[in-house]
């Protein structure tokens, strides 16, 4: 990994001075609001979303909607989404946003004209060949000069025959989500079938499907065989509340194994399909209490400082947005740990398998990358001159203030990452810290 430099970006991660007592209320999910702007985009009427996530990622996509006809307005902190007739003839900004640049290209396909996808840089590094193919197979021409990734075009021509796609989605769940939720669009619907590796995060297919049948689209799932089918109809306009972002809350939560004390995260969904309610067994993994009272979600623990966490050997392929929090984590435990499942992560924001492992070995935690996943080695942990990289990365920018609760001296690179999907992380983390 390139070494990282000092910038005007840089935050010193603040050191835990006492056990925390803190209530933490996050914003929506990013991966529900992203999933219902489209689907209201391409609802019968409009919808009304309330506690939206407002973060880099979602406006991007508010944006790339209004660019392509869709009417977003503010209503106090709900968005009201008013869809009219899909254009082309415009560009979208992926910015760094998987769930953007894999679900808006299928609904590009059902506009009227050309529509143009780029983004960061890092972006375009990012696998889109499974995207590009599986427009292709259904008959819509997209120009990509071969690369399988962005920036590239969509042409649309307003309507797709829909049909059976079969792709190889284990770089990404996100490839099978896009097209489930426009498949009730095209003329036939839509089979997917997955045919390769292991299918990383099936939670966010099944949160796909869940948001689908709640606008009353029917979807058959297989998942046993990788198989989903969406059937050709309306999809219904809905006002919804979007649950708090769960993988946000990671950090949070664990911040409670590092420094001891209590972190209570309120408004914690009774049934959910976000990955991020798999914290609920994880941290107690590492000898975490974990506990619900009064609607929130509480961890418990005493701190790294009064007792090393346990070891732990974890499948995380269905939560792999939570395997930074996690291999932080290990940093602080008795002995290795083994992190399996999570291949799939050096095709996200930034390789993170081997961010993870450059970061954590300068802090004095020898880390590994094996094929799908990485082992930790605990040592003394101490920060040098070189700060913690954030890549890009909102999760790392989050592991490095993890990690700076009981490490002195730790510096994130540029903390701003974590707009992506959480403006004034920061600020909320200090507070944290305040109460």
């Known amino acids: 990994m390139p070494a990282q430099t000092y910038s005007e970006k840089s935050w010193a991660a603040p050191g835990a001075q006492a056990p925390l007592d803190a209530t933490v209320r996050l914003p929506g999910s ?30 991007l996509m508010v944006d790339a909607l209004v660019a392509l006809g869709t009417s977003i307005e503010h209503d106090g902190d709900d968005l009201v989404v008013t869809p009219g007739p899909l254009r082309g003839d415009t560009q979208v900004d992926c910015g760094l946003a998987g769930t953007l640049m894999r679900f808006l290209p299928p609904l590009a396909a059902l506009a009227s004209g050309p529509v143009r996808f780029d983004g960061d840089e890092r972006a375009r590094a990012r696998p889109m060949a499974e995207t590009v193919g599986s427009l292709r197979a259904l008959g819509v021409e997209v120009d990509d000069d071969g ?118 995260v309120p408004d914690w969904p009774e049934r959910t ?20 009272a009064a609607g929130a979600l509480v961890v418990e623990a005493g701190g790294v400082r009064a007792a090393p966490l346990r070891a732990v050997d974890l499948d995380l392929g269905e939560g792999g947005e939570l395997a930074p929090t996690l291999v932080g984590l290990a940093a602080f435990a008795d002995g290795p740990s083994r992190f399996t499942g999570i291949g799939h992560l050096r095709g996200h924001e930034t390789d993170r398998l081997a961010a993870l492992a450059a970061e954590l070995t300068a802090l004095g935690a020898a880390t590994e990358e094996t094929e799908d996943g990485l082992v930790v080695t605990p040592g003394p942990l101490a920060a040098t001159d070189r700060p913690w990289g954030a890549y890009g990365d909102h999760r790392m920018a989050t592991t490095g203030a993890l990690l700076g609760l009981a490490v002195p001296g730790v510096v994130v690179d540029d903390v701003t990452t974590t707009a ?16």
């Open 30 to 59: 990013k991966s529900l609001t992203n999933r219902e702007l489209v689907l209201a985009a391409l609802a019968a009427g409009p919808s009304r979303l309330g506690r939206p996530l407002v973060a880099r990622d979602t406006a």
């Open 147 to 264: 690369r399988g990734t962005l920036p590239f075009t969509v042409r649309g021509s307003g309507a797709v025959d829909g049909g059976e796609v079969v792709l190889d989605a284990s770089r990404s769940s996100q490839f099978v989500s896009g097209l489930l939720l426009v498949g009730a669009r095209f003329a036939r619907g839509l089979t997917v079938q997955h045919r390769g590796g292991a299918l990383p995060s099936l939670p966010h297919i099944a949160m796909t499907v869940d948001v689908l049948a709640r606008r009353g689209v029917r979807v058959t799932s297989d998942v046993a065989a990788a198989r989903w089918t969406v059937e050709p109809g309306p999809i219904a306009p809905r006002d919804v509340v979007v649950e708090p972002d769960l993988s946000n809350a990671a950090p949070f939560l664990a911040a409670a194994l590092v420094a001891g004390g209590r972190v209570a």
């Open 273 to 292: 399909t976000q990955v991020g309610d798999r914290l609920r067994e994880w941290l107690p993994a590492f000898g975490a209490r974990v506990s619900r």
């Open 420 to 435: 992506k999907t959480l403006p004034g992380f920061a600020a909320l983390w200090e507070r944290m810290l305040r109460a």
